[in-house]
């Protein structure tokens, strides 16, 4: 069909109100024993007939199994996809823009509902999940209708009276592969650029937590997004490879581990798929001797502890100079040991588990491994008896040094390394010593001082006097190992779309030959 008639039929689908209103198909009191992908518009069998166990971390039961999207899953998505982004992309920015902001609204008017899916799933206090993770996905949809309103090309006057233009236009179907600790956030920053500029998406959540990513592509259905415009296939990482070397999917973005990531990349690159990579850290906080004590503190916390430590970009290597190190360490400790562990639904708790067992045992090895290599444990570092959840207290460690492996190795897990220094320039250098560049702070009262520090950082993402806020305003990525591209902010748009150039001749064709 023509573009005018697939504008045509959209119209008068999304704006004619015949999309009945209906609540989500489940809550965090009744989630199904089996979850199924989200393809074309409704659940799906899969025909791989394996299944895996989705575990509930607070109490290490299984809460529901979900069946894995194998080769004809992923194909069927992928073709629904195609189908339906035919006439998203022939939709002007605006009229993209009306139908994802119902989407945003919707997201606010069920933030507590999904918010609770969210804390069951992932182990994560409710008190974290209610305030940011519903939030942060619905902040993205909402600023990138607005972008999506101001997408444009650029005039260039050539010799002549001739002149050239460029067009931003969609990449057509996309893929996004989804990190398992901030689940409804990582499929919110990824599909919300890509629909917003026209695109289509078949997004894999992690096989740890699926659950908030199909209720997302249920409001969005809900909102009036075409149905198969966002699918979900389920599945581990046999699931993420179909996607990332499917020769019909145009991009990936992908949020995880470096070497998954550099998995991803690899595959990817047998079709020469643009790429954004959102990769790990081992991220320094830096605090000068002038900086504000209890703030400086507060971040360190927030920059290691929160979300139970499973966060990308904390600040898990804290230098500290040498002239208030003992009253931070002092205060650093008193305030980490009254941190409440306990059940993630209660809204008092301020830790919750590990996101796994097996994930909890490799923290627990990082710990023995830090004291026998002389590190020294000031607090924490211990297995808590929580009906059988996957239970650690938060641990820090001093006298540090660059070479352990608490230092130089991602552990994501709550176990803060802190480490004294001098001079800026030693610090610095120390800093920069890493395979990853995905974020830094620095503390200081000294501003000149702070953007000169913050300039010599090798790092995508950082802070002046504060840690791991992120406005949906701001550009998001690392350098280094720790990712290619960024999420967020007006420069996303470059990451979802391509650029074609277009010559319009004013003149007569010049030509040599006879």
Same mark, same amino acid.
């Given at each position: 069909g023509t573009p005018s008639?697939?504008?045509?039929?959209?119209?008068?689908?999304?704006?004619? $109100?015949?999309?009945?209103?209906?609540? *989500?198909?489940? &809550?965090?009191? %009744?989630?199904?024993?089996? #979850?199924?992908?989200?393809?074309?518009?409704?659940?799906?069998?899969?025909?791989?007939?394996?299944?895996?166990?989705?575990?509930n971390p607070a109490t290490g039961e299984i809460l529901t199994r979900m069946e894995v999207a194998g080769q004809?899953?992923?194909?069927?998505?992928?073709?629904?996809?195609?189908?339906?982004?035919?006439?998203?992309?022939?939709?002007?920015?605006?009229?993209?823009?009306?139908?994802?902001?119902?989407?945003?609204d919707r997201l606010t008017e069920m933030n507590d509902v999904l918010a609770k899916?969210?804390?069951?799933?992932? $182990?994560?206090?409710?008190?974290?999940? *209610?305030?940011? &993770?519903?939030? %942060?996905?619905?902040?993205? #949809?909402?600023y990138l209708c607005n972008v999506a309103t101001t997408m444009n090309g650029e005039y260039v006057q050539l010799p002549d009276g001739s002149f050239g233009y460029t067009r931003r236009e969609p990449l057509g179907v996309t893929g996004g592969i989804g990190a398992w600790n901030y689940p409804i956030q990582s499929a919110g920053w990824k599909s919300a650029p890509a629909l917003a500029c026209g695109n289509s998406m078949v997004f894999k959540p992690s096989e740890e937590t699926p659950l908030t990513a199909l209720l997302l592509a249920e409001v969005f259905q809900e909102s009036g997004l075409p149905d198969g415009l966002f699918n979900v296939v389920l599945g581990a990482g046999s699931t993420g490879a179909l996607l990332s070397s499917h020769s019909d999917i145009a991009k990936i973005s992908f949020t995880g581990s470096v070497n998954t990531g550099k998995k991803v990349y690899q595959s990817a690159a047998s079709t020469l798929k643009k790429v954004t990579m959102e990769l790990g850290g081992k991220s320094p906080l830096i605090v000068?001797?002038?900086a504000d004590l209890p703030n400086a503190v507060s971040a360190a916390m927030m920059a290691n502890f929160y979300s139970n430590g499973e966060v990308c970009s904390n600040g898990t290597r804290v230098f500290v100079h040498r002239d208030i190190h003992a009253k931070f360490v002092a205060s650093l400790v008193e305030r980490v040991k009254k941190l409440k562990l306990g059940d993630p639904m209660d809204e008092n708790t301020e830790?919750?588990?590990?996101?796994?067992?097996?994930?909890?045992?490799?923290?627990?090895?990082?710990?023995?491994?830090?004291?026998?290599?002389?590190?020294?444990?000031?607090?924490?570092?211990?297995?808590?008896?929580?009906?059988?959840?996957?239970?650690?207290?938060?641990?820090?460690?001093?006298?540090?040094?660059?070479?352990?492996?608490?230092v130089k190795e991602e552990i994501f897990g709550m176990v803060c390394s802190v480490l004294v220094f001098d001079t800026e320039e030693e610090v610095v250098g120390r800093a920069n010593a890493t395979p990853f560049g995905l974020s830094a702070g620095v503390f200081t009262q000294d501003v000149a001082r702070a953007h000169r520090v913050v300039g010599q950082l090798q790092a995508g993402t950082t802070w002046i006097n504060n840690y791991n806020l992120a406005p949906i305003e701001l550009p998001w990525g690392g350098v280094k190992q720790s990712g290619v591209g960024r999420?967020?902010?007006?420069?996303?748009?470059?990451?979802?779309?391509?650029?074609?150039?277009?010559?319009?001749?004013?003149?007569?064709?010049?030509?040599?030959?006879?």
């Open positions: 008639m697939f504008r045509s039929i959209f119209r008068r689908f999304v704006f004619s $109100g015949c999309r009945n209103r209906r609540f *989500i198909s489940f &809550d965090s009191h %009744s989630v199904p024993p089996v #979850i199924k992908s989200f393809v074309g518009g409704k659940y799906i069998d899969s025909t791989s007939g394996s299944l895996l166990d989705v575990v004809a899953e992923v194909d069927l998505a992928v073709q629904a996809a195609a189908e339906a982004q035919k006439a998203w992309g022939c939709l002007s920015g605006m009229e993209r823009s009306r139908v994802l902001r119902k989407a945003s899916v969210e804390a069951l799933d992932t $182990g994560r206090p409710i008190a974290e999940t *209610i305030m940011v &993770d519903i939030v %942060s996905a619905r902040d993205a #949809i909402e000068f001797s002038d830790v919750g588990p590990m996101i796994s067992e097996a994930h909890m045992m490799k923290v627990l090895r990082y710990i023995e491994q830090g004291k026998s290599e002389g590190a020294q444990l000031l607090c924490g570092g211990d297995r808590t008896d929580n009906s059988n959840g996957f239970f650690l207290t938060p641990a820090v460690f001093d006298n540090c040094t660059d070479d352990m492996s608490i999420e967020n902010g007006t420069q996303c748009v470059h990451e979802w779309t391509a650029t074609k150039s277009v010559y319009v001749e004013q003149n007569d064709v010049w030509c040599p030959y006879a």
